[in-house]
């Protein structure tokens, strides 16, 4: 392994908002762990191209679906039930 291995927050700046989530007074969004370090980890133009491996974009997907009209796809051929990402149109809308 390499980088740093923890936990992380994501939190949204105090002058903007995500319409139709709820966010608390903090701001806080999300609370994340990673064991490949922070260095690798980008929420908003994952390696993979896809949300299938990166938990905050699917979990803000998830909070976000019917207002980006999102469309889930299995992460994978072998991926069912939990192991989801969007569809190309639905990433771009996410990102």
């Avoid at 999300?30 to 929420?43: E, K, L, N, V």
Wanted: hydrophobic residues 30%.
């Amino acid at each position: 392994m390499t980088g740093t291995c923890g936990f992380y927050a994501i939190y949204i700046k105090s002058n903007c908002n995500l319409p139709a989530v709820e966010v608390p007074e903090d701001g806080l969004l999300y609370i994340g762990m990673t064991r490949r370090g922070f260095s690798q980890r980008d929420h908003f133009n994952p390696r993979s191209g896809h949300s299938g491996s990166c938990t905050f974009r699917r979990s803000l997907g998830v909070l976000l679906k019917e207002q980006l009209s999102l469309e889930v796809r299995p992460r994978s051929r072998q991926s069912a039930g939990c192991h989801f990402r969007f569809d190309i149109r639905g990433e771009q809308a996410l990102s």
